[in-house]
Every structure is written in C-alpha cells, then in structure tokens.
C-alpha cells in the first residue's frame, strides 16, 4: 500500500556526463537500507525518510541534492551504548548530508543539539564532522561486557565531537556530570573503574564437528565494542553528583564508592592504549575492608582523599584516609597503669577510630593504620599513643577493635578479661556483604549502606544493639548518616534507653547550597562531669563558590 521510492525523469546513456535528469519523491523510505554507510561509528538506524530529491550527473559521479524530512527512531553510538532519535529536515547537497541546529533525544527524554556533516565521494570514503551540545544528557550506558576499562552511566552537559571516516574516527568530548530526575527517580552518572579483573584460559580445538541437519543455529552475542582505529578523547569535569567507584575485587566488594569533584583526562588510542591523567578529590564515600573474609568492615573515606593519575589508570597515586568508627573501653589496654579510683571511668565505653590510610599505587596500595579518640581529652589521647607505640602494636590493636569491637590488653595474662564481640561482628559482616551483592544484582536495590551492631553489656556499661544507615530519601533531597538503636538497663544509669548518633541534612535548595541539618551526638569528652550522654541540635548550612573576592556579592547567572 505503500510506494517508498518513486522515480520520475530520463536516462541518457550516450551521454558521457549528465546521463540522470529523475526526480526522486520518498515517502516513508526505511533508514535501515543506510545503516551500512554508518556502520563506523553507530548501528540500530532505524525510521523514515520523506521529500523531494533530484538526482542528476553520471554513474561514477551521481548528483543526489534536496530536503529530506527524516524521523529516526533510533540511532546507536556503539562506543556509547546510547541510543537516540530526533524528527527533523536534513539538506542533501552533492556530497554530503547537511544536520543543522537538530533536537537530538535521549531514552530519558532529555536533548542535546545535533550539528554537522556526513561528506562522500560518490557515495564513497565516507567523512564525519558532527558536534553535539547536550544539555542533562545520557552520554554513556555501557558495562563490564563491553568495556572492561570503565563503564557506568554519564549524565553530562558539555560538547562531542566525531571526526574523521569509517577507519579512522577521532571522538573528542568534553563535558561536566550532572543528574536528571525521571520518574520520580534520580538518575546521576555512575563510573566503574575495574583496577584488576579475572580472564580464563581454555582450549580450543581444531576440528569442530557441526550437525548440518540441525535446524538450530547457534546465536553467539558479541558485547566487545571494536576500538580499532578510535581515537577517544575525554575531558571530563567530575561533580559531586556523580558516582565513582573503584573495583579491586567485585566477588567479595573490595570496593571504593565515592563522591567529589576534579578533572580528568581519559583518551584510548587507535592501539587500544588507555591513559589517564587528573587528580579526583573525594567530598564523601566508603571503602569496605576485606580480609579472608574474616574482617569485612566498611570505613568511611575522610574529605580530602584523593587519587591522582598521569598516565597508566593502574599506576594512580592514593592518599586516601578512612574512618571506621568503634565504641570500646579503654581500660583493656590501660589496665596495668590506671588505680582503682579512675578505673570505673576507663570502663566506659569511649568512640574510638579506627584510621586506615590507603597510599601509593593504587593497584597495590601501602596499608597503614592508626587510632584517634575524637572525643578524648588531650591526656587520654597521650596516654593510649604512649602504650601503642610500634607498628606491630598498632595492627594487633586495630584488627582487635574490629573483630571484638575492643581493645586488647597489654599483659597477655589479661586476656582471659575480654567478653569477645564475635556475634557483632559476624552480622556486620554479613549486613555488609548482603547490602554490597544486592548493589551487583541490580541498582534498583538502592537501600544504602546498613549494619548491625551488637554490644555485650558487662557491670559499668549496657547492652547495646544498634543499627547503622546510611541513605538518601526524595530524590536526594534528604541524608539520614549514622545508628540508632536500644540498650538494656543498668542500675548505673537511669538514662533513657535510645543510643545512637544521627546526623539528618535536608536541601533546601536544588542545588543543595543551602542545606538544613540536625544531629544526635554522644558526650563523652569528660567522662567525669559530663550528666547527659547525649546532645541534640540544628543547624543551617550555607554555601557558595567563587573565583574572587567581588564574585561572593554576585548572583551568577544561570547559562541557557
């Protein structure tokens, strides 16, 4: 019913040029026919082509110049994984196709502005010069199947350029991370950096023996993306809406989750090298420890951290320090120099963290730890670095808080003194294991980071079961961080039973410069005088960027 191509004219075949003179009316042409012609960079083109071409010159140089009126459906950047679709008119001239100014789509429904060139030699050697401005844009849906150097989601605003012919393509792109809200559902850019991962080794036969009866054939899927003759080249402007993670070990979630901003270089040359230079500042994230599966604790990364690269993504420098924060009596490990009168007040349970300091090479990093009392007095603080003064004592010591959840007295006759915290340790490990495979099964399992902690009580303290949170609620506008939970009575104390602390912000504000924050917070800097044992507040936070002294009093205007 329906007639895609009509031909209308003359053919002159004695002519030795000008043997076309036809008139090409389109109506609802099928793309797919042309999808050859594109199969450099992009795949899937599928839609309809309408208008008027008119078609003249010889066979070794034909003329095909009009307006073409084209409702692409779909249209796959490999590399990316995206695919897109626009409705628009394209100029067809002699020997190119000309896009100007097209509102190109995402699968979101989001745009990006489309221009460029699509130049031939009679249809032949085929040359690209196309730009993309998009604007809040998916760029990147990829996964370890078709990249194992990185993958993730990219939402981005910036500009991409495709340049060059069928084998030899340079893809230049510049862009900052950003996030969309679709659904009711936040969307940010998530990047995977796998540090190492495993390949296996198998024979291959020779002779292959096929049963040419069979009716089955065999559908082999091929997720590798081709990057032979790709130049790619990204300068990526990282905010804190994105999502970084860096991978050592997925199987048992040797992983580094993190926010923070920096600038980046990322390029793979026709060679397939991979190189990447820029320093990432971590703002906030987490780092879960794995040991044997016997230590499975996850830290939180201190403000500042930071990797650099310049070069070798395997070769990045880290300075990272993480906090894994522990509620434990100090009187283990002071038990031979303290007198009976302050002995009651080393009972106590006291917040201790436990530092771990990741530096170096990032695929092999030098472990360091250390401990703080956050709330302390400076003299406690001396005391407990005094009796930790070597690295083996430093390790015995940590790796002891984090099983038992205390410490280890000095006297090895003391050991028989410790009520072990093995319990609250194994269902911390296994909170942490679940909550880190139900990230790998699939993202809808956005539950945040939870775990469990169980506190044995003894005569001078209670027991605790708390329930650590971390999360984020209404699309990121709200942030609950901390643990909450309830203790058992203790004729010592008639506080109420509720401990845990909690820090709550909410943005106010989109960009999240303006925030509201409230707090729940132990009391232990003096354990002597102090009546409360916890203390509530509010706050407002406010915050804003700028490049001179005069830019604090201007109001930056938003760019179109």
Same mark, same amino acid.
């Given at each position: 019913?329906? /007639? ?79 695919? $897109? ?23 979101? @429904? ?61 893809? #230049? ?18 990047? $995977? ?29 091929? $997720? ?16 804190? #809406? ?23 270089? +990322? ?16 703002? /906030? @994230? ?90 302390? #007095? ?31 007295? +000095? ?17 911390? +490990? ?5 909550? =880190? ?65 909690? /820090? ?5 504000? #989109? ?15 003096? +354990?002597? =005088? ?6 509530? @507040? ?12 005069? @830019? ?9």
């Amino acid at each position: 019913t329906n /007639n895609p191509i009509n031909i209308k004219g003359y053919y002159y075949p004695t002519l030795k040029k000008d043997n076309f003179d036809f008139k090409l009316s389109l109506t609802n042409f099928k793309l797919k026919l042309l999808e050859k012609y594109l199969s450099g960079f992009s795949s899937n083109f599928k839609g309809y082509a309408t208008g008027v071409l008119k078609f003249t010159g010889s066979p070794l140089e034909p003329d095909l110049h009009g307006h073409l009126f084209l409702m692409v459906k779909g249209l796959t950047i490999n590399y990316l994984n995206e695919t $897109y679709s626009f409705t628009d008119s394209v100029l067809v001239t002699k020997n190119s196709f000309v896009f100007d100014h097209v509102v190109l789509n995402d699968a979101l @429904g989001d745009t990006a502005i489309f221009d460029g060139i699509i130049s031939h030699e009679n249809f032949r050697k085929f040359q690209f010069d196309l730009s993309f401005k998009p604007y809040n844009f998916m760029c990147l849906n990829t996964d370890i199947k078709q990249n194992n150097i990185y993958y993730g989601t990219a939402i981005a605003t910036g500009l991409i350029r495709i340049k060059g012919d069928e084998n030899d393509i340079n893809i #230049d792109i510049t862009e900052k991370t950003d996030k969309v809200i679709h659904d009711k559902k936040v969307i940010n850019t998530k990047l $995977y950096i796998p540090i190492s991962y495993e390949s296996e080794i198998s024979d291959n036969n020779f002779i292959t023996f096929v049963n040419t009866k069979s009716k089955r054939k065999n559908k082999v899927d091929n $997720y590798n993306i081709d990057l032979s003759g790709i130049q790619l080249n990204i300068d990526l402007d990282v905010t804190s #809406d994105a999502d970084v993670q860096i991978i050592f070990d997925s199987k048992i979630g040797d992983i580094i989750k993190a926010k923070g901003t920096g600038n980046i270089q +990322m390029e793979i040359t026709r060679l397939g090298d991979f190189n990447m230079y820029g320093e990432y500042v971590i703002e /906030n @994230g987490d780092y879960l420890f794995t040991l044997k599966n016997v230590i499975n604790k996850r830290f939180n990364i201190l403000k500042g951290s930071n990797i650099k690269w310049n070069g070798d993504p395997y070769e990045g420098i880290a300075d990272i320090t993480a906090v894994y924060p522990v509620k434990a009596p100090l009187y283990d490990l002071v038990i031979g120099s303290v007198t009976d009168d302050t002995a009651a007040v080393y009972k106590k349970r006291t917040e201790v963290d436990c530092l771990l300091g990741l530096k170096d090479k990032i695929i092999n990093p030098t472990i360091t730890f250390d401990i703080d009392l956050p709330n302390s #007095d400076e003299n406690t603080k001396t005391t407990v670095k005094g009796l930790i003064n070597t690295e083996e004592e430093m390790n015995r010591q940590i790796f002891s808080l984090l099983i038992l959840n205390r410490f280890t007295p +000095m006297d090895k006759l003391q050991y028989s003194n410790i009520n072990t915290g093995l319990g609250s340790t194994s269902a911390e +490990m296994m909170s942490n294991q679940l909550s =880190n495979w139900l990230s790998q099964i699939s993202n809808k399992f956005d539950i945040g980071d939870i775990g469990v902690n169980y506190r044995p009580g003894t005569q001078m303290t209670r027991e605790e079961l708390e329930v650590a949170l971390s999360t984020q609620l209404f699309n990121d506008r709200l942030s609950i961080d901390g643990n909450i939970g309830v203790s058992g009575q203790n004729s010592a104390s008639k506080t109420s039973n509720i401990v845990g602390d909690v /820090n709550l912000e909410y943005k106010i504000s #989109d960009k999240g410069n303006f925030r509201l924050k409230g707090f729940n917070k132990s009391n232990t800097v003096d +354990m002597l =005088n102090t009546n409360a044992p916890y203390t509530q @507040g509010v706050g407002v936070f406010w915050r804003k960027d700028f490049d001179s002294f005069k @830019g604090l009093f201007e109001k930056k205007k938003e760019k179109k």
